[in-house]
C-alpha cells in the first residue's frame, strides 16, 4: 500500500524486498510506475557487493571456463532473532534465502527450472511459527548448471556469507568478511577474527551503492534499473515454488510466463536476463 501510494503521488520509489509476495501485485505495481514515468527499484544489496561483483565478472570474462556448480552459503548472526520478526517476515525462504536465490540468478543469467527445498526447525519457538530455522534448496538450470543454496538462523561464528562457483577450468570462491585481517600466532596456534557480526556490516558498502545506483536513476545518469520488473515478477515466482516443494516435500516444476521463457533459457554464462 505504500508503494502504490508514493507512486500516485509522483514519488519514486526504491524498496527493500520484497515488492509483494504476489505476482500478479508485482504487475499492477510496476505497471503503475511505468503509467507514472517513474522508478520502482526493488533492493536485493548482494547484486551490489564488490566481491560477488567480482566472481561474476571473472565467470563472464571466461577465465575459468563454462560453469558447472553454483553454491551459496547464508547462516545468520546473531542467534536471538525476535520471534516477533520472524512470524512477519513472510517464512524463511522469502526473507533469507530470496538473497541466494537472486544471486543464483545473476551469476548464472538463467531462471531455474525445478527446485527441491527441505527444512527444519529446531528451536521450539520457529517451530510453532510454524517456520524453519534450517534450509537447504537445489536447483537446475536450463544449461544444466546444478544450484545449492545453504540457509540456517544459527551460525553462533558469526554472519557467514560465502558463495563458490564451480566450472571447467577451475572455480572461483567468495569468502567470509572479517573486521580486520589480522592473525595472532602463538604456542597455542593460531587465532583470527570471526566474521562480521551481521548484514549491516558485511554489505556496508553494498547497501551504500544501492542507494547511489537509485540517485542516479533520479539524476538521469543511469537509465535502467538493475533489477528490472522481470526480475522480480520471476523471483516472486521462484520463491512461490520453492515454498511449495518445502511444504510438499518434492520437487516442483518451476512455471514462467509464455513471454519469458524463450529469453531466460540460453547457455551462455553472461547474463542474460
Not at 532473532?81 to 524463511?92: C, D, F, N, P, T
Not at 569468502?175 to 548484514?199: D, H, I, M, R, W
Request: hydrophobic share 35%.
Amino acid at each position: 500500500s505504500y508503494i502504490r501510494a508514493a507512486l500516485n503521488a509522483g514519488i519514486h520509489v526504491f524498496c527493500e524486498k520484497p515488492i509483494s509476495h504476489c505476482v500478479e501485485e508485482v504487475d499492477e505495481l510496476y505497471q503503475l510506475a511505468e503509467q507514472k514515468g517513474l522508478f520502482l527499484l526493488c533492493g536485493f544489496q548482494r547484486r551490489y557487493d564488490p566481491n560477488f561483483g567480482k566472481l561474476k565478472s571473472v565467470l563472464d570474462g571466461g577465465k575459468v571456463g563454462k560453469l558447472l556448480k553454483i553454491r551459496s552459503t547464508s547462516r545468520d548472526n546473531p542467534l536471538n532473532i525476535s520471534i516477533e520478526y520472524l512470524r512477519v517476515s513472510g517464512g524463511i525462504i522469502a526473507d533469507t534465502a530470496s538473497h541466494d536465490i537472486d544471486m543464483l540468478r545473476y551469476v548464472t543469467g538463467e531462471d531455474p527450472e525445478t527446485v527441491y527445498a527441505v527444512g527444519n526447525a529446531f528451536c521450539p519457538s520457529v517451530a510453532s511459527i510454524p517456520d524453519h530455522d534450517q534450509l537447504d534448496m537445489l536447483f537446475t538450470f536450463p544449461s544444466g548448471v546444478i544450484g545449492s543454496i545453504d540457509i540456517s538462523r544459527n551460525a553462533a561464528y558469526g554472519y557467514d556469507q560465502r558463495m563458490e562457483i564451480l566450472t571447467y577450468e577451475g572455480s572461483v570462491v567468495v569468502e567470509n568478511q572479517k573486521p580486520t585481517t589480522v592473525t595472532v600466532a602463538s604456542k597455542q596456534g593460531y587465532l583470527a577474527e570471526p566474521p562480521c557480526f551481521s548484514f549491516p556490516q558485511r554489505y556496508t558498502e553494498a547497501y551504500k551503492a544501492e542507494v547511489y545506483h537509485f540517485v542516479d536513476l533520479l539524476n538521469g545518469i543511469e537509465k535502467i534499473p538493475r533489477l528490472s520488473h522481470k526480475d522480480v515478477r520471476n523471483m516472486t515466482i521462484i520463491l512461490r515454488a520453492a515454498q511449495q516443494s518445502l511444504k510438499e516435500k518434492k520437487i516442483v516444476k518451476i512455471e514462467y510466463p509464455r513471454e519469458n521463457k524463450k529469453s531466460n533459457h540460453n547457455t551462455n554464462t553472461k547474463s542474460k536476463l
